[in-house]
């Protein structure tokens, strides 16, 4: 559990403690006509969107590409917005808010930093389990790329 204080200016002295959601983002990344995903390197382990938490001063797109890069070693284009997912429940570790976003992959997709493998898999024949809640999020991109709506 995370707790952001505010301290009093002239002697240091918290004065109030806030507890806040940590924002991440989320990446469904399209190439070669199918989705990247990675099997986490780190609990919880099982296949997943590439993503990750976004740093302090960077913008949800400067983190998405970051972290596209870092797990994917992809650089992306065309970036859209998917949507924001804010269950409390999305991530028993702690509270997240992602924002997700679908895009366009370009180079060589190999697994690094926090991905122990990565693979192209067709939105026909995903893993059966996901981590988080990333089955409802790639149903919502299917259901929102048929209604031409990405």
């Known amino acids: 559990m995370s707790f952001n204080s505010l301290t009093c200016p002239t002697c240091g002295t918290p004065v109030k403690a806030y507890r806040n959601p940590f924002p991440t983002v ?7 006509d199918g989705i990247v995903l990675i099997e986490r390197k780190n609990e919880p382990y ?24 870092e797990e994917t070693s992809l650089e992306l284009s065309d970036l859209r917005l998917v949507g924001c997912y804010s269950d409390p429940r999305r991530d028993a570790r702690m509270h997240t808010i992602s924002t997700v976003f679908a895009a366009v992959g370009h180079g060589v997709p190999a697994a690094a930093d926090d991905a122990a493998h990565l693979e192209i898999f067709h939105s026909d024949h ?5 981590c988080f809640d990333h089955a409802d999020i790639l149903n919502d991109y299917l259901r929102k790329k048929c209604q031409q709506l990405l």
Do not use: H, K, T
Not at 26 to 32: G, L
């Open 126 to 130: 995903l893993p059966r389990q996901l």
């Open 46 to 69: 099982g296949w997943a969107l590439p993503g990750g938490f976004v740093d302090y001063g960077e913008s949800l797109e400067e983190a998405a590409r970051r972290e596209a890069r």
């Open 26 to 32: 989320d990446i469904i990344i399209e190439i070669n």
